[in-house]
């Protein structure tokens, strides 16, 4: 009897039905449609029962659904209202300030926010939206649009990758794949720098996996200046598991010409700001990586099981698919050292294992971590789905049932939100009129997905197209219906509305402070310094200031201010100034309130004055 064979290896196209033939015995023979033995599994011994061994090939993809045009929807649908609803506080508005007063200043070398050192991430996000503000202007758009373009390198990279290693088909499969994954389309639209990070890690290893030596360490440097460490910590927990596992020598990862190429990314901004800042070393190293990675200062800590329930949403609808053929590992396990397919699997493996072993047992724990993980889930269910098409004559069968249960179950569960609001949660009158309209549509489109992924797999019809749209629909609906809910929770998260009322009682001429209190987007809307008296400084969300808090009050000029100080302002009040209180804090909006209008409340905090307007009540 011939040896069990792996689907992926029978897959070669090197191999002919001819010599196939010779090493099974004749009663064994194999179909021309796929190259698998007749008895290999149940579902294919339908198949061939029907068609007989000597069917024709079945079309590609590519003749079922046009795949370029369907990530060039999924592309335009991650940018459908890009600038359409304002900043969120803290991340979005802290960092879209940093990056106006980087183009404002012309100062590319050292990030400032509200004029002081902002040494808490490296430069190449705030550099790269701070050019395009000197464009378009600093708006939401500019500030997120650097995200956006991120996320478009990362999907390219995959594409042009999928192309080159299993066809075209699996290469546009996995771009729409990765464009319509949430996680990625969450922060395609974000300010913030996790999409930049992925970006580089995606590139750094998937040039290690073609064995370039000088590519993986550039982009690596890219990522450090974009986030640090972890941009090197990422690539090299995936590459050398997989190196030991495959029998490859690790020492391949580490040329001397890449280590040099990235000392030269990196270095001469780590050099630069190390002498306008003695200290930075220290601080990055020890402050904002191993203290970060071993204690609980920073408050993020989270149970281990913290990524259990995040991945499979994250990576939705895509992961069930990638997972659906888990059972494979133990084949890919056995072939690891001699076959290029079982290795391939092996390398997906280590890109999601590793990665993800590392940042649960971070001290530091958040949603967007696992970014850099979603490009394998891409890869691995495009892997999956055109193989499966072309064994099931254009059939889609992998995790179809499981999909469907769960669309099914999470579209009804939505839609039910449109008749009923748990009391408990605490919304804004904006928020409770949006999210039905956009539970029912998000509700509606898993429905319609569920349907479109099970009929797509039904074995005497099979409808790949059907599938693929199913998968992708809902994640390219998402932007496409959540605007108005992003407009309502932007307003109660952010500090537009506030600076529009500012604004709109002459506020160009009135100083503004907080007092206690600092929403991070107030800058950057009123396109200005706004002191805050403080105690500590954490109210301006960066720890490297509330560390140096003293020495930063006594600069002159300085935007921090003693904790008391607003009191001499209110007593003075030689300038027309708006005071800005949290909402929550009692004993502030007490002292304020006798001597001054209340001018608005938005989400978190309250707005008072001017206090030469205090007059005339």
């Known amino acids: 009897m011939c040896r069990s064979r792996t689907p992926d290896s029978i897959a070669s196209k090197s191999r002919s039905t001819t010599s196939a033939r010779r090493r099974c015995p004749s009663r064994f023979p194999r179909c021309r449609r796929c190259q698998h033995r007749l008895h290999h599994n149940p579902h294919l011994r339908r198949h ?33 209202d890009l600038g359409g609803y304002p900043l969120f506080d803290p991340d979005e508005g802290r960092n879209a300030e940093v990056a106006r007063e980087m183009a404002q200043t012309n100062d590319y070398l050292l990030p400032h926010l509200e004029g002081l050192p902002y040494l808490d991430k490296p430069v190449v996000y705030f550099a790269a939206a701070a050019g395009v503000m000197e464009v378009l202007g600093p708006t939401e758009t500019a500030a997120r649009l650097p995200a956006f373009l991120f996320t478009i390198v990362s999907i390219v990279v995959v594409v042009r990758f999928g192309r080159r290693r299993w066809g075209s088909d699996t290469g546009w499969l996995a771009g729409l794949a990765l464009a319509t994954t949430p996680l990625v389309v969450a922060y395609a639209r974000t300010t913030i720098f996790d999409s930049a990070l992925a970006c580089c890690t995606t590139i750094a290893i998937i040039a290690f996996w073609e064995e370039r030596p000088i590519l993986p360490w550039a982009a690596m440097g890219v990522g450090a200046l974009t986030k640090g460490p972890v941009a090197l910590l990422v690539p090299l927990i995936t590459l050398i598991p997989y190196s030991l596992l495959t029998g490859r020598p690790v020492r391949r990862l580490f040329s001397v010409a890449g280590i040099v190429v990235f000392a030269m990314v990196a270095l001469p901004w780590f050099l630069a700001v190390s002498h306008r800042v003695p200290d930075f070393a220290h601080y990055v190293f020890v402050r904002e990586t191993f203290e970060r990675v071993t204690t609980t200062r920073f408050h993020r800590t989270a149970p281990l099981w913290y990524y259990l329930p995040i991945i499979p949403v994250a990576g939705f609808p895509w992961i069930v698919p990638a997972l659906a053929r888990w059972k494979n ?59 499966q098409a072309s064994e099931l004559g254009g059939g889609i069968a992998a995790g179809r049932r499981t999909y469907a249960a769960i669309a099914a179950s999470v579209g009804l569960a939505l839609a039910s939100l449109t008749l009923w609001l748990p009391a ?64 309502a929770v932007g307003e109660d998260r952010s500090a537009a509305t506030l600076a529009r009322v500012i604004q709109n009682i002459g506020g160009a001429s009135a100083d503004v402070v907080g007092v206690g209190a600092f929403p991070t987007s107030l800058p950057f809307y009123l396109r200005r310094m706004v002191p ?61 309130e006798p001597h001054l209008l209340l001018l608005a409340v938005e989400g978190q905090y309250a707005a008072y004055g001017p206090c030469a307007a205090s007059s005339a009540r």
Not at 562 to 581: H, K, M, N
């Open 48 to 80: 061939h029962k029907h068609l007989g061994p000597n069917a024709v090939p079945p079309p590609p993809l590519s003749a079922h659904v046009r795949l370029p045009l369907l990530l060039l929807a999924a592309v335009l649908a991650m940018a459908f």
């Open 424 to 487: 408990p949660i605490s919304l804004t009158p904006a928020e409770r009129g949006a999210i039905p309209l956009t539970a029912l549509a998000l509700g509606v489109a898993l429905l319609i997905s569920a349907a479109l992924v099970w009929q797509a797999g039904r074995a005497d019809r099979p409808r790949p197209a059907l599938g693929i749209m199913g998968y992708a629909l809902v994640v390219i609906t998402v932007p496409l219906v959540s605007s108005r809910l992003l407009a």
């Open 532 to 592: 805050v008296a403080t105690a500590n400084g954490r109210e301006l969300t960066s720890n490297y200031i509330a560390d140096h808090y003293e020495q930063f009050l006594a600069l002159p000029g300085s935007p921090l201010e003693p904790p008391d100080a607003w009191r001499e302002r209110l007593a003075r009040c030689s300038r027309p100034t708006v005071f800005i209180a949290r909402a929550n804090d009692a004993r502030i909006r007490a002292a304020l």
């Open 329 to 387: 590992l133990r084949w890919a396990w056995v072939g690891r050292r001699v076959n290029r397919y079982a290795q391939d699997t092996i390398l997906l493996a280590c890109w999601v294992l590793g990665p993800l072993l590392f940042f649960t047992l971070n001290k530091s724990k958040l949603p967007q971590y696992v970014l850099p993980l979603m490009p394998a889930f891409a890869l691995a269910a495009a892997r999956l789905i055109t193989r």
